[in-house]
Structures are given as structure tokens and as C-alpha cells.
């Protein structure tokens, strides 16, 4: 029996395991969950909308009695729909009737947060430009879909605010273990959204905003938690937890149900209905840690109407092509580690060899250095491998599959406290799984690398009684932990549905974040920790810059990040191997909220623009006709091109938002085997002039089959540098699968 990092067959598995939980699952019944869509709303009374929704069911399924028992949603405000119960046939006739735009089932996901979210360093203390200008995000609502709210944390406290909004037209939907007076001054509104949700989910949760999972309360602590002195983790990561925009108000929408750790249950008719109210009730940002492929248009109607809104980009990286929540008009985000480490000594009963691995472990009785325990070599752990190995009262070392630590932590862990072990050694690639950890609860779960665990085996090899000690761990902050890095677990680009786009947009804090859960506050990563980031930071500049357009918001954000981190190197993306970022991790970079809130130029878009894709994207319309525009043309705060044959020209327009008077250089960094040509090459600004316009022509400098290639444009004033990411991948064939 060797050391074998390498079983290869788990990466069926791996992938197996993770398209199920992609996949949809519809319900077997005669009628299903439909979602019609039909466009903006062409009456002013919300119920003249939802009178002429019953009338065209009336028309298709004979009478009103059968229309209205059909109906589930109606949505009215943001935009003209509703969700229904149908047979496929009724579907069918109504894609057909001339309002119609598009009719689609209603997909159920399980979502998949385990990893979750949240935190960000704008420090409070000393409050910087953007904290202080914005009075903290006071006045500004977000809007958060998710799992509900647990109204008794800490982080929900209104002392000291002010009265709501005077434009808030939400309502306190009160329910099981909810009532009126747990809203409040901070959280202004809540509503809850059943449909299409299984008994067992609901059974399992409260029938209210109240929230049974989580997730919830602790993606709304991580966007606008008031600021909670003292908080920890059983002493690790202790101080303060606050929201990015601790003053903001909140406003719940339960979309997403059921308990189990990060799992929950929503659809896109629940999802699509707290959108539609989200956008009456009058909120300014919409925070979606969750996946739901096909809300394109609710999202899109809610930044017409200059809502901002956020979406986690999914926790299947570090493959590419596994990002979600898309869309051009969204801001999709990525996840990184922050400056903070759990090291935890493990010591071996030789020469007192040292280790160095991460975990939460927290809980010993006894003086864990004097605590010496037989290590014994468990393989990977699985009942096979610890089968006939005697392993109670002992530390196990346990080696990962390299694709799937995740899965296999599980195993192993729930393995070696069947038999009796009391403590685990896990040896995996570099990633961060540290969350993981939290389960071990009782006994030591150390994290090490392949390297470290060798040189553990090699100990085990050669002693007749190998021993080990596991001290509790330390907590360290600050400059000597590298970071950011982009999180492993992190969907990685390019996106798939929109070609021609490049996304994310963004990487924000999502590892080992600590935030609320009911009473207490837990550790939780995830890009649904880093969606929340990007929402408080939006609330904060939408305060500071109450004019700004969503867009320009998201190309404030994406223009100003950081591509390199506290020491100047290039942030590097955790994965299979680690590698210095490219924007398919990070977008534009990693977030800079005080950058983002004096930004020097924006890239805005009116959203009549974005209209000119998205009606394309949905069939029937004969307006696209057979000449779609790529999507590069939209004036986006990034490029890319995913055909690039010959030559393509592209313009931008650029608004000055700082001092009247600029001038701009512009300083490229063309992809590898692309020419660039930016004219002209600088720009003026001043009070007449506000917008300019820019032409930047690519030329492909090889005929090849070619891959995904980076690069930048940034406009340099001498003291604002707004850059824009650039993907370009050179081809000779359309449709070029790149499986090479
Ligand atoms: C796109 O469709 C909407 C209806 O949803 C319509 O109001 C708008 O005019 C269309 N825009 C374009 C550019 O075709
Ligand atoms: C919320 O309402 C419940 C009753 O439904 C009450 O017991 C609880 O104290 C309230 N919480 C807050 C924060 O007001
Ligand atoms: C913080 O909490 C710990 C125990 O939970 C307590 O011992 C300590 O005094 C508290 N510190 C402050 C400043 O409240
Ligand atoms: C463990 O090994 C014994 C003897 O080789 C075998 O009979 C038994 O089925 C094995 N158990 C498992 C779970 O593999
Ligand atoms: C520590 O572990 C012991 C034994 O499992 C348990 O009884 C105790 O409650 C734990 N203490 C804490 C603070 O979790
Ligand atoms: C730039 O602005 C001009 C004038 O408003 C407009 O016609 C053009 O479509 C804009 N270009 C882009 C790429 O948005």
C-alpha cells in the first residue's frame, strides 16, 4: 500500500454528481408550472394587466373558473406574464397567440451554496471617502432573493435609523413564526413565494420569511448587516461583522426553500414573482445568490427600470464554461480568498517534525500539545481502503482523489467516525476547503497538501508506532496571507449562453466568510458569499452617486478592480494547477470599492439597448430577422470576441464622470497574436463635451484555430486608470469546438 494521490476513476463521479445537480427537475403530472412572458406591460392598472392575463388563460382553457385555478402568478409591474399550471397542448396554444412572446416550463433547481459567502474590507474605524459620502448606504433598499430572513439576529438591529423610505411600497407578509412587528426599520419588507415548491420543502421550513435554511440571513447580513461588535466563530475570526453597506434597508423576497446545510429548493416562477414585486415595491438593488439559467427578462425589466442587480456566478470552477446568471445586463460574480488564514500545527512523535495545515478546530479538552495519538495510513478513506485497518482512538491520514477533495472529505470524514478514528489528516491539492472542516465538530480535521501529506506517510512508513498531536487553531489576518486569490470552487467563463460577452464581471470576497445564521454567526463560502460583496458595494456608490445608471455602477465596479494584489504580483486563481487570473476568473479584476466610487470615465448603455439582443434571444421575432448583432457591440465595459477571422472593429463611448476638464491616454495590451489600434488614441473632455467615442480595431495576426486570448485597453488621465478586459480568440472555422 503506497501513496496514491491519484485514484483517476473519481472523475467520473465528479462530473456525474455535478450536471445532476444542474439539471432540472420537472414534475411528472399532465399539467406542469409554465411561465408565460409577454413583454412590457402595455396598461398602466396592474390589474387591468392581470384582468387581461385571465382573459387570454379564458380564451385557451374555456372558462374563467379554469383560468383562475390555473393561474399562480401574475406578474404585472416590471413587466407584462404569468405562471400557470398547463398541459403541454394549452402551452402550445398559447405560444401561439400574437401577445405572446415566449412560454417556457417553470425549472426547478437545487441549489447548490454549500460553500457559501460573504465580507468586505471598507473599514469602519476609519471610515473611508465612500463609507462616510454614502452616511454608511443609509437610504439605499436592497432587495435580497434567497431563503428568507431570521429577524433576531443581531445584524437586522435598527437602533438609531431613521424612518423608512417614504418611496417604499412593499408590504410585512406575516406567516408561521413571523408577524408584523418583525419587520422593521432595517429589514422594511418582506414576502414569501410558494409555488411549484414540493410539501416536503415546505414542510421543512417556516411558511413565512422566516428562514429555516440560512442562507438567507446570512447573504442579507453579508449585503446590510448593522455593525455587531464581538462576534466570532468559537474565538476564530473574531471582531466585527457588518454588512459592505451596514446602513442600507432590506427588503426579503423568499424564493428558495428547505433546511439542509446550503441546499435549498426555488424555481423560476417564485424567482420571476419576487423580481416583478421587487420592482413595484421600489427597491434599488437586487442581491441573487442562487442559479436560475432562464430569468433573463425579469432581470432585464428591473435594470430598465434602474434597478441594480447581482447574481452569484455559480460554484462549479475551476472547469470552464460552468458559469451562471449570465446575462449582459446583470453583474455576475466571482469568488477570492481574503487576508485570512486558519493555520494549525500538526506535530509528529519523531523529532517533534512540524506541520503547518488549515482547519476550524476549536474544541479540546485536554492540552491538545501534550496530546500525542496513533497515526495510522487510511488511503483514501473510502470503507474499501479502511477495511481491516483498525483505526479507533487514532489520527487517520486520508488522501483525496485530485479532482474531487470535496465529495471525498465527506466520505472519509463520516468513515473515520463510524470506526471509531478521532482525528483526520486530509491530504488534497492546493484548494481551500476549510469550510469543510466545520463538520468535524469534535475531533481535529487538518488540511494539508499532497507534499505535506508525503512527507507525513514517509513518517508513518518508517516508525513502528507513528504518533500525532493536533493543536487548536490559530488565527492570522493581514498581509502575510497572500490574496486575493480566486476561490477554486468558482464557474469560470467563458459564458455559454451569450457569445460575445465576457463574463464575470467581477470577483469579490467568498471564502471562509464570517456572517449570520439565525442567533449566531458561521463561517460560509461561495460565490453566493461574494454576490452579497458586490450588492453592499452597489448600495454604497448608488448613495454616493444617486444619478448613476445600473451600468454605470457595474462599469464603475469592473473598470477600477484589482488585478494584482497588496504586493503588486498578479492575482493568481486557485485550481487545477493554480495560475495567474485571466478574466474568464475575474472579470475586470478583483473589487476596489473606493476606486469604484471616483471611477474617472463610465461606460453607460441605455437599456433600450439591451433590448436590441434580448428580443433576438426569444423567439419568434421577426424584427431580429436573419442579422443579429454580436453582442460586442453593446457598449459594455469589456470586449469579446470569440470568432475573430480577419479583422473586427468595435466602438465604445466613454463618459467623463470626474473633473470637467481630462485628458486620456489610452495604453493597450493586445491579446498575443492580435493586432490592436485604438483611435483616437486619446481623448478630451470638458464641459461640453462629457462623451466621447473610441474605435478599437483587432487584426488577427495568424491564420489558426486559436484559443482564448487577453488583453486590456486603459484610459489613463495621470491619476484614473479605467481598464476594460479583453478575450479574443483568433479562428478559421465558425463553430470550432474547442475540445483540443
Ligand atoms: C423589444 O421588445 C420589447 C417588448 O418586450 C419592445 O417594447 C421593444 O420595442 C423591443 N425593442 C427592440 C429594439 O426591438
Ligand atoms: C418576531 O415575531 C415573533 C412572533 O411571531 C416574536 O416571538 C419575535 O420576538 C419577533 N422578533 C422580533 C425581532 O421582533
Ligand atoms: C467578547 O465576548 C467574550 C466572550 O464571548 C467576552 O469574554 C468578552 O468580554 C467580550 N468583549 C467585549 C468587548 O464585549
Ligand atoms: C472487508 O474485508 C472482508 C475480508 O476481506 C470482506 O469479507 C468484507 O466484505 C469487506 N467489507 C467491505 C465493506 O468491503
Ligand atoms: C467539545 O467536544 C465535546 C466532546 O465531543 C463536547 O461534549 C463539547 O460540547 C464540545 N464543546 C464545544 C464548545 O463545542
Ligand atoms: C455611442 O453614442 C452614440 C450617440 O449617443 C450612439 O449613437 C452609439 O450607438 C453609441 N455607441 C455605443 C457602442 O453604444
Not at 260 to 272: P, Y
Not at 316 to 340: C, E, F, H, K, Y
Not at 469 to 494: D, Y
Request: net charge negative.
Amino acid at each position: 500500500m503506497g501513496f496514491r494521490p491519484l485514484p483517476s476513476l473519481l472523475l467520473l463521479t465528479f462530473l456525474t454528481l455535478q450536471c445532476f445537480q444542474l439539471l432540472p427537475l420537472v414534475a411528472e403530472a399532465s399539467t406542469k408550472l409554465y411561465i408565460v412572458y409577454m413583454g412590457e406591460r402595455k396598461h398602466e392598472d396592474p390589474n387591468h394587466v392581470t384582468a387581461s392575463h385571465h382573459d387570454l388563460l379564458t380564451s385557451i382553457l374555456g372558462s374563467k373558473e379554469n383560468a383562475l385555478s390555473s393561474i399562480v402568478y401574475s406578474y404585472r409591474h416590471g413587466f407584462s406574464g404569468f405562471a400557470a399550471m398547463l398541459t403541454e397542448s394549452q402551452a402550445e396554444l398559447l405560444a401561439d397567440s400574437p401577445e405572446v412572446i415566449s412560454v417556457k416550463p417553470s425549472r426547478t433547481y437545487e441549489l447548490h451554496t454549500t460553500r457559501s459567502w460573504d465580507f468586505l474590507g471598507l473599514d469602519y474605524m476609519h471610515p473611508t471617502e465612500l463609507l462616510k459620502k454614502s452616511n454608511f448606504g443609509d437610504g439605499v433598499i436592497i432587495g435580497m432573493v434567497d431563503t428568507g430572513i431570521w429577524p433576531e439576529s443581531k445584524s437586522f438591529n435598527d437602533d438609531g435609523y431613521g424612518p423608512i423610505p417614504s418611496r417604499w411600497k412593499g408590504i410585512c407578509q406575516v406567516g408561521e413564526a413571523f408577524d408584523a412587528n418583525n419587520c422593521s426599520r432595517k429589514i422594511i419588507g418582506a414576502r414569501y413565494y410558494t409555488a411549484g415548491i414540493s410539501d416536503r420543502n415546505l414542510k421543512l421550513d417556516f411558511l413565512s420569511p422566516r428562514d429555516a435554511n440560512g442562507h438567507g440571513t446570512f447573504t442579507a447580513s453579508t449585503a446590510a448587516g448593522s455593525i455587531v461588535e464581538n462576534v466570532s466563530f468559537h474565538g476564530l475570526g473574531a471582531g466585527v461583522a457588518r454588512g459592505g453597506a451596514p446602513r442600507a434597508r432590506l427588503a426579503i423576497y423568499k424564493a428558495v426553500w428547505g433546511t439542509g446545510r446550503g441546499l435549498g429548493a426555488g424555481n423560476s416562477a417564485t424567482v420571476l414573482k419576487a423580481i416583478d414585486d421587487a420592482i413595484h415595491d421600489g427597491v434599488d438593488i437586487l442581491s441573487l445568490s442562487l442559479t436560475v439559467d432562464d430569468d433573463s427578462f425579469g432581470s432585464l425589466h428591473a435594470v430598465a427600470k434602474g434597478i441594480t442587480v447581482v447574481y452569484s456566478a455559480g460554484n462549479l470552477g475551476p472547469m470552464p464554461q460552468t458559469l451562471s446568471n449570465t446575462a449582459p445586463w446583470v453583474i455576475t460574480v466571482a469568488a477570492s480568498t481574503i487576508d485570512r488564514s486558519f493555520p494549525t500545527v500538526v506535530t509528529l512523535g519523531n523529532q517533534y517534525q512540524s506541520f503547518v495545515g488549515q482547519s476550524i478546530f476549536y474544541n479540546s479538552t485536554k492540552d491538545p500539545r501534550r496530546n500525542f495519538k496513533p497515526l495510522v495510513y487510511g488511503d483514501s478513506c473510502t470503507e474499501i481502503s479502511l477495511n481491516g485497518t483498525n483505526i479507533a482512538g487514532t489520527v487517520v491520514l486520508c488522501v483525496a482523489a485530485l479532482v474531487s477533495p470535496t465529495s471525498l472529505f465527506s466520505t472519509a470524514l463520516s468513515n473515520v467516525l463510524k470506526a471509531g478514528g478521532e482525528g483526520l489528516i486530509f491530504a488534497q491539492y492546493t484548494t481551500n476547503l476549510l469550510v469543510m472542516t466545520e463538520a468535524c465538530e469534535s475531533i481535529p480535521c487538518v488540511l494539508v497538501d499532497f507534499d505535506t501529506a508525503n512527507q507525513i506517510f514517509n513518517y508513518i512508513d518508517s516508525e513502528r508506532d507513528p504518533m500525532v498531536s493536533v493543536e487548536l487553531t490559530r488565527n492570522v489576518i493581514g498581509k502575510e496571507v497572500l490574496s486575493p486569490k480566486v476561490a477554486a470552487f468558482s464557474s469560470r467563463g467563458p459564458a455559454i449562453l451569450f457569445a460575445g460577452l465576457l463574463k464575470p464581471d467581477i470577483a469579490a470576497p467568498g471564502v471562509n466568510i464570517l456572517a449570520a445564521t439565525r442567533n449566531s454567526y458561521n463561517f460560509g463560502s461561495g460565490t453566493s458569499a461574494a454576490c452579497p460583496h458586490v450588492s453592499g458595494v452597489a448600495a454604497l456608490l448608488k448613495s454616493l452617486h444617486p444619478e448613476w445608471s445600473h451600468a454605470a455602477i457595474k462599469s464603475a465596479l469592473v473598470t477600477t478592480a484589482s488585478i494584482t494584489n497588496g504586493y503588486g504580483m498578479p492575482i493568481q486563481a486557485e485550481g487545477l494547477p493554480r495560475k495567474i487570473a485571466d478574466p474568464f476568473d475575474y472579470g475586470g479584476g478583483h473589487i476596489d470599492p473606493n476606486k469604484a466610487a471616483d471611477p474617472g470615465l463610465i461606460y453607460d448603455i441605455n437599456p433600450k439597448d439591451y433590448y436590441k439582443f434580448f428580443n433576438c434571444t426569444l423567439a419568434p421575432f421577426e424584427i431580429c430577422g436573419s442579422e443579429i448583432e454580436p453582442l460586442y457591440y453593446l457598449n459594455l465595459p469589456s470586449i469579446a470576441i470569440p470568432n475573430l477571422k480577419d479583422t473586427v472593429a468595435i466602438w465604445r463611448n466613454v463618459t467623463n464622470v470626474g473633473k470637467a476638464d481630462a485628458i486620456y491616454e489610452a495604453v493597450l495590451q493586445p491579446p498575443p497574436g492580435v493586432h490592436m489600434i485604438v483611435e483616437p488614441s486619446t481623448l478630451e473632455f470638458n464641459a461640453k463635451n462629457k462623451m466621447r467615442t473610441f474605435k478599437v480595431i483587432f487584426k488577427s495576426i495568424h491564420k489558426v484555430q486559436g484559443d482564448y486570448m487577453f488583453g486590456s485597453v486603459t484610459w489613463w488621465d495621470g491619476f484614473h486608470s479605467v481598464r476594460i478586459p479583453i478575450a479574443i480568440r483568433v479562428l478559421i472555422e465558425d463553430f470550432y469546438a474547442d475540445t483540443a
